[in-house]
């Protein structure tokens, strides 16, 4: 994939606006896991290195629903980005120019402009920071058409950031659209509407999709299991079932879990290990059952290639931990596969497990964009950095 990638002549002695992906989570307004920010910073050194003349850095944090909130603001970041940068950061509550080095502006998603890349925020902010040129070091978010991600390619030149530009050379192997020998795919999380269409796609192109969390119950639910009081969505069981039907016309093997852990409540110790079938009543799944694991893995043994997204089970709770902890310890540790992780939730769970990320082939600052890039799909931040006109105009 050619794309326009940051170089030395498209910067010096310009100001650089730069989106990135610091959507880290937070608590009491301390960074709990770094990881987005810190994969940035090789960018940022290159930008001082070569002579930017100032750097404007627009990110997100969170899903603000009602405005600006304190919680969510982009002040609470400056710490762990200068612990990590060694330099200065201002924060700047608006989008003007200040005077230092290196401004990082409020969360654009306070702004109502953000979303559905409105011109004329696009052009508040352009105005306001002075910006020459933009810099897409945000993988994260690039699926996403918000005016931050790709609202200025029709007035400054677009280029990939190193982040960016590390995240498709990575994966732009595993591209395909046709059948993937030894290509296994483990999803989890909570919804499953954001991987409806993944799915489908790897229904076709996988030998096998392992599926845990609320995205297996809905499958569960397709297949006619009770699942007692689990949480599943209704309105999303027709799309499994489409799924299963890909699936099976490829010859895609479809696994949901064979037994569960379950609990009457999230904060319950009281847990107890079920095969699916004898889920009844007002018993809830939290956990992927042993009996599971022990299958799980025994089929990730023979892949060639793992892609996982999305944890198994509520492994911020100890008592729900085991599946995926044991699934990602074992993936560490495999022999021959290349393991491809993305999503927020695994980068915490790597982080709460002490699982080096250096013990997978890549791990990918994006979920929902590591997906869907994978799926082939277009993302209307990496399209922007394409074309040949922008560069030229620096």
Same mark, same amino acid.
């Not at 699926?143 to 931050?148: F, Q, V, W």
């Given at each position: ?30 960074v ?9 910073i090789p960018?940022f050194?290159? /930008? ?13 944090? +969170? ?5 600006? %909130? ?6 609470n ?22 005077? +230092? ?16 890349s409105n ?9 306001g ?13 690039s ?6 991600v790709?609202g ?22 595993? /591209? ?25 796609? @790897? ?10 969390? +609320?995205?297996a ?9 009770n699942?007692?009081?689990?949480f599943?969505?209704e ?16 010859? %895609?093997?479809?696994?949901i ?24 009543g ?9 009996? %599971? ?7 990730l043994?023979?892949a ?8 198994? +089970? ?15 310890? @074992? ?42 890039? /994978? ?8 399209e922007q ?10």
């Open positions: 994939m050619k794309i326009n990638t940051l170089t030395s002549a498209a910067i010096k002695n310009k100001v650089v606006l730069i989106r990135v992906d610091f959507n880290v989570p937070l608590k009491a307004g301390k709990l896991e770094n990881t987005r920010i810190a994969e940035s960018t050194r290159f /930008l001082l290195k070569n002579g930017a003349k100032q750097i404007h850095v627009l990110t997100h944090v +969170g899903r603000p629903k009602e405005g600006p %909130t304190p919680e969510l603001s982009t002040k970041l400056i710490p762990e980005f200068e612990k990590l940068l060694g330099e200065k950061v201002e924060y700047r509550a608006d989008f003007t120019a200040g005077k +230092g080095k290196i401004q990082l502006h409020e969360n654009v998603r306070f702004y109502p402009g953000e979303k559905k011109p004329e925020f696009a052009k508040e902010i352009l105005k920071t002075g910006a020459e040129v933009f810099v897409n070091d945000g993988f994260g978010v699926h996403r058409g918000d005016t931050s790709v200025f390619a029709d007035h400054i030149p677009c280029v990939a950031g190193l982040l960016v530009s590390k995240e498709i050379e990575a994966l732009s192997p595993f /591209l395909s659209k046709k059948k993937i020998p030894g290509l296994m795919i483990v999803a989890g999380g909570l919804k499953l509407e954001t991987k409806v269409p993944v799915l489908m796609h @790897f229904a076709q192109t996988a030998d096998h999709i392992l599926l845990g969390g +609320g995205v119950n809905n499958f569960a639910v397709a297949q006619g299991f699942i007692g009081e689990s599943y969505q309105e999303f069981v027709k799309d499994a079932r489409r799924v299963l039907k890909i699936a099976n016309q490829n010859k %895609t093997g479809i696994h879990p064979i037994d569960v852990i379950c609990a009457d409540d999230p904060e319950s110790v009281n847990t107890v290990d079920l095969p699916l079938e004898d889920v009844v007002s018993a809830k799944i939290f956990d992927i059952g042993l009996h %599971t694991i022990a299958s799980y893995i025994e089929l043994e023979h060639k290639i793992i892609i996982w997204n999305g944890p198994l +089970g509520l492994f911020e709770k100890d008592q729900f931990e085991t599946g995926t902890k044991k699934i990602l310890t @074992f993936l560490s540790t495999h022999p021959s596969a290349k393991v491809i992780l993305g999503g927020g939730d695994t980068l915490e769970s790597l982080n709460k497990f002490g699982i080096p990320q250096k013990k997978f082939f890549h791990v990918s600052t994006g979920g929902g964009a590591m997906l869907e890039f /994978l799926e082939g799909k277009e993302l209307p931040g990496i950095l394409k074309a040949k006109n922008k560069t030229e105009k620096s």
